[in-house]
């Protein structure tokens, strides 16, 4: 599937009951193959409807396969957007030193394509890792 078929058929996508959301992202993650951002917007629309419920592991674990081979995949901004959901969701579950590896690579990523707009965000995830564990000095 094209980039921009993926971003109609999203579209049409969200007018159906979540497990048909999960089912069509499912698919597309089984067929999608290659290291495409069809792949990766697909990894995170589907692990976004995990977290919205609330099943922050199951989130996790559909991000996995991306952050391992992250950087395979040619920069889009969502890319970001993929390590701050896993990031949010380790420290939703309170393990706030894996979010902040999460956080980190979203920083790196920020910091390799040069998205400055994106440094304040980070640098504000990361911190409240800091102050969710009452370390205010180094929040600061």
Same mark, same amino acid.
């Given at each position: 599937?094209? /980039?921009?078929?993926? =971003?109609?058929?999203? $579209?049409?996508?969200?007018? =159906? ?7 069509? /992202? $499912? ?7 290659? $290291? ?12 976004? =409807? ?11 674990? @559909? ?12 920069? @889009?901004?969502?890319? @970001?957007?993929?390590?701050? =959901? ?41 911190? +409240?890792?800091? @102050? ?7 929040? +600061?």
């Amino acid at each position: 599937m094209d /980039y921009n078929t993926f =971003l109609k058929e999203k $579209e049409r996508v969200k007018a =159906l009951t979540v497990q048909q959301q999960k089912d069509f /992202y $499912e698919k597309v993650l089984e067929e999608e193959q290659q $290291e495409s951002s069809v792949r990766l917007l697909a990894y995170f629309e589907y692990a976004a =409807l995990f977290y919205y419920e609330g099943d922050f592991r199951k989130a996790r674990e @559909i991000l996995e396969p991306f952050a391992i081979s992250y950087q395979s995949y040619a920069y @889009i901004p969502e890319m @970001i957007a993929i390590f701050n =959901l896993m990031g949010v969701a380790s420290q939703c579950e309170g393990e706030y030193v894996l979010s902040r590896y999460f956080y980190t690579l979203a920083m790196r990523v920020v910091k390799e394509q040069d998205a400055r707009h994106y440094y304040a965000y980070e640098y504000n995830n990361i911190s +409240l890792t800091y @102050i969710a564990e009452q370390n205010y000095e180094v929040a +600061l």
